[in-house]
Structures are given as C-alpha cells and as structure tokens.
C-alpha cells in the first residue's frame, strides 16, 4: 500500500468540473495527490492552500510539470476568502476540502501524530501555531481534559483516561500517551475497535489545531465563493466533521427560517444551490482494500445554483 494515497481519488475528479472549469481551489494540499489530479485532467488555474509549510514546499517539486498553472498558499483554508481577495479572484468553479492529518503527517513520525512511533507531543500541522499536543495534556486541567476526550474524541472512557493523564505528569513523548491510554481503558474494551489510543489522540489533534472551530462556518464560505454552477467536494474522516459539513451544506440548500406552518415564504433567504450526496460517498471495496487509512472516509458534494 502507498502510504501517500489520495482518498477518493476517483470520486473526487469526477465531481469536480474538471471538463470546462477555469479556476479550481485544493484547501487542503496534503500530499498534492487531489491537487495534481486536477491540473491533470483540467487545463484549469489551480489555487492550492495548506497550513504546513512542508507540504507547500514537497509538492512544489511534484507539481513543477504544471508550472504558470497554480499557486501554492501557506494559509489555513479557514481563510478562503481573505486568500482569494489576495489573489485578486471573485470566484472558483471547483473545490475541494480533504479533512483531517494527512498520510505525510502520519508517516512523519517526529510531528507527534502517530501513537505507533516514538515522538514529541506535537501534533501541529501549522509549526507556527503555538499549542502543542504536550502543552494540552500537561496543563490543562481535568474538566477540560474530558470535554476534549469526550467531545473530538468520542471516547466514553474519557474521565478514566483524564485522571489517568494526571497522574503521570509530566507525559513528554506519543509512545508515553499511548501507554497511558491504554491503561486507562478497560481491558475488555481494549479487545475491539483497534487501537485504544486511537481516540484521544484524534481528540488531541484536533483541539491543537483547531480543526472543527469553524468548520460550518467555512463549508459556508466554500459554498459562497463558487460560480453558478460550481461545485465542492468536501472528504471528512469522523462523525463530528461530516455532521458540520452535512449542516452546512443542508442549511444552504434550504436556508428559509419561516415557521413551518407558514404557507409562503416571507424571510426572503433563498436557496444557494443543493445538495448533489443526499447520502454520503463512501470508498470502494477495492479502495478499502488498497488504502486502510480510506476506512473511515465520506466525500459530500455541493453544486451551486446556475443562478446564484
């Protein structure tokens, strides 16, 4: 298996309108598996945005056969519209929004996000960002623990595993946490679901770069900056991430806040565009087979009005 795969690969390329479309946004660079994809089958100007200068820099090299067709953004894509005042662009034909760490992060094992390689507790996609994953788990205090365990995490054993963390300050490397977690858990528990420190770590990951702040907010402004007609594409990897988008999204196709009972709308709030995935992509079986990273992955779609 490629550790550097790129998740819905197939699906993404045929929703986006690759055909005709002038101007394409990638969000979330990565590995530049989505973003070459696109300069490849498009003859399409492609703005590609991530927050951690190594991925910039990497797929600066793999994308140089495409040179004078993108340009690469160091920014949070949380900050689509100020990046695209920037570049002096009122609207894209196609987006797309690939959630979460990505396979070089994880395969780097002195960034802190695996719990399988001895590291710092770092965890930031953004190494200007000041919060790390090891400032988190030894300061903060217990109810704060638990929320971000229980809420990013959706761990039930959160309590166990904050007191757990506690009492082992100071906690400086992965393999530290990972044990620590694991202790914490049940032993019954720990026999399914794979790893038992899976959770918090997400948990953690996800506080220290501050992924599910603004998501809803964001999917909006991604919706916002399409032309008539465009389209995003949005790949989540858990439940917390793919109820925002799924919000999101539902609540631009449907924005009216009249009182059901109302017999015609008065609010004035129409609709943006709709919902292409009334039920989520999920990846192929052979997919699945290939890339086990792919599992837990959900691609949603968006077009945008013709008339918007």
């Known amino acids: 298996m490629s550790g550097h795969y790129s998740v819905l690969y ?3 390329m045929e929703a986006l309108p690759l055909a005709d479309g002038r101007i394409f946004v990638d969000g979330t660079l990565g590995g530049g598996g989505h973003s070459e994809g696109i300069l490849k089958n498009s003859k399409g100007q492609l703005i590609a ?19 004078g067709r993108f340009t690469l953004v160091h920014d949070d894509f949380q900050n689509i519209k100020d990046i695209l005042a920037r570049l002096d662009v009122g609207a894209v034909d196609g987006a797309l929004l690939d959630l979460g760490v990505s396979s070089f992060q994880l395969d780097e094992g002195e960034r802190g996000f695996s719990y399988q390689k001895e590291a710092p507790l770092d965890m930031r996609m953004d190494r200007d960002n000041p919060l790390t994953a090891q400032t988190i788990v030894n300061t903060y205090e217990k109810r704060e623990l638990i929320r971000i365990i229980s809420t990013y995490g959706e761990e039930k054993f959160a309590a166990r595993i904050a007191d757990r963390i506690l009492k082992n300050r100071p906690i400086m490397t992965t ?4 044990e620590i977690v694991r202790e914490a858990i049940p032993a019954a528990a720990r026999r399914t679901g794979g790893h038992p ?19 809803s907010g964001t999917t909006r ?16 990897f858990h439940s917390l991430e793919d109820r925002a988008v799924k ?4 609540q631009a196709e449907n924005p009216c806040t009249c009182p059901p009972d109302f017999p015609q709308c008065i609010c004035g709030k129409k609709p943006l565009g709709k919902m292409i995935t009334r039920k989520p992509i999920l990846p192929s079986q052979e997919e699945l087979e290939e890339n086990n990273r792919s599992h837990s992955a959900k691609l949603r779609i968006f077009q945008k009005d013709t008339e918007a």
């Open 10 to 12: 197939r699906e993404c």
């Open 197 to 215: 420190a899976k959770r918090t770590f997400q948990a953690i990951r996800i506080a220290v770069n501050g992924e599910l702040d603004h998501l």
């Open 49 to 67: 945005i991530d927050k951690d200068q190594a991925a910039i820099e990497r797929c600066r090299k793999r994308l140089e056969p495409y040179r």
């Open 175 to 178: 393999t530290q946490l990972a």
């Open 221 to 236: 402004d991604f919706i916002d900056i399409l032309a008539p007609g465009g389209i995003l594409a949005v790949i989540t």
């Open 247 to 250: 919000q999101a999204m539902r």
